[in-house]
């Protein structure tokens, strides 16, 4: 499975709209993780959307900022982020397994190349 992850501007202010799109796989049958490590920080957990229940969660620190959703056609797994603040500027990572722990950044076996996201104050 390779994933490659993009970003998109989006209309909002501070809004960027993150893809993670899989060759060799059905995207849809993997449970998908988003991730980002800011320079000289850990890697942590921002999102994922499950394949057993189909439904997303977030970290605490999102709240109700960003949403997750996939788009099978295409597939193709989405993270909206709105309202970004400066001190999100990290790598942003995309990730899929077939059963990770939601947040377990160890679990994920496929990972996408990191797309970086700046955020000016």
């Known amino acids: 499975v390779q994933l490659q992850a993009s970003g998109r501007l989006g209309a909002g202010w501070r809004s960027l709209r993150l893809s993670c799109t899989a060759s060799?796989?059905?995207?849809?049958?993997?449970?998908v993780g988003w991730f980002r490590q800011a320079p000289g920080k850990k890697r942590e957990w921002v999102s994922c959307i499950s394949r057993e229940d189909g439904y997303s969660y977030f970290a605490d620190f999102v709240k109700s900022r960003f949403t997750v959703v996939r788009d099978n056609a295409k597939n193709t797994v989405y993270l909206q982020m709105n309202k970004l603040r400066p001190e999100e500027t990290a790598v942003y990572f995309c990730a899929a397994d077939l059963y990770p722990t939601c947040n377990g950044y160890s679990e994920y076996e496929f990972w996408g190349q990191g797309t970086q996201v700046t955020v000016s104050s």
């Open positions: 060799g796989a059905i995207l849809e049958q993997y449970t």
